[in-house]
């Protein structure tokens, strides 16, 4: 009887366990926990909590790798607005970039890391609207910067940098709305002076001035000269 009493309890806390599960309210909507599995299998694709119809608090959400639920995602929600605090992971539990959206746009501040530490591989910004906006720099393995740009709305606006994983400044470019437009620098890893001149709307204008250890070696001249066909 102790067993048959046991596993009637069992089957009730099951039932009910089920019961509180995948529910809707009076209108319909997603209310309480809600966990999905891929389609005709046992393996979960999603698990998290609404409160009439929005999501709340914290959801994973799972890949399917070698039929097993690999978490790949988790999204911190909250009830008053579309906000979500967002971390994506690796298959091996390590995360991988994290940050906040707003519906399916990455706004505000944004890491992303090494994949052989959990150093910084780039740290950038989103405005509002989700396009890439202020400062955006990448990082070698060994925490050295690597690059420097600044955006403006999702086009390269700015000085933009890149050096050596020793430091050395490599070039300095200089871009408006998207294109090299202004006086730019390249250097050999010795940190000498290999070239220099000025871009304009994407394209070398004028005087090019280039080096060879330090020595000035050549000089092109890049000033457009239209050709006139006379008539015959």
Do not use: C
């Not at 959801?59 to 009830?79: D, G, H, R, S």
């Not at 740290?123 to 600044?150: F, I, M, S």
């Amino acid at each position: 009887m102790k067993t048959v009493f046991l596993t009637l309890l069992l089957l009730i806390a099951t039932l009910i366990s089920a019961q509180e599960i995948n529910q809707l309210d009076a209108n319909g909507k997603y209310h309480g926990i809600w966990k999905k599995n891929f389609e005709g299998t046992n393996i979960a694709r999603y698990e998290g909590e609404f409160f009439h119809g929005k999501e709340i608090g914290t959801f994973k959400f799972y890949k399917n790798i070698k039929n097993k639920a690999v978490l790949t995602a988790t999204k911190e929600f909250n009830e008053n607005d579309s906000k979500v605090n967002v971390k994506f992971f690796a298959s091996t539990g390590k995360v991988v970039s994290e940050g906040q959206m707003d519906g399916k746009k990455y706004i505000g501040e944004w890491k992303y890391y090494q994949k052989t530490n959990n150093k910084l591989l780039t740290l950038e910004y989103y405005n509002d609207l989700g396009n890439l906006h202020g400062e955006r720099t990448v990082y070698y393995p060994n925490g050295q910067l690597a690059e420097k740009q600044h955006y403006k709305d999702s086009k390269l606006d700015g000085v933009s940098v890149v050096y050596s994983d020793k430091n050395v400044l490599l070039s300095e470019l200089v871009y408006v709305n998207g294109e090299l437009h202004g006086y730019s620098k390249y250097y050999s890893p010795k940190n000498e002076l290999v070239a220099e001149g000025l871009y304009k709307n994407d394209k070398k204008v004028g005087v090019w001035k280039y080096y060879e250890d330090g020595k000035l070696t050549e000089e092109k001249d890049f000033t457009y000269v239209p050709k006139y066909v006379k008539k015959q």
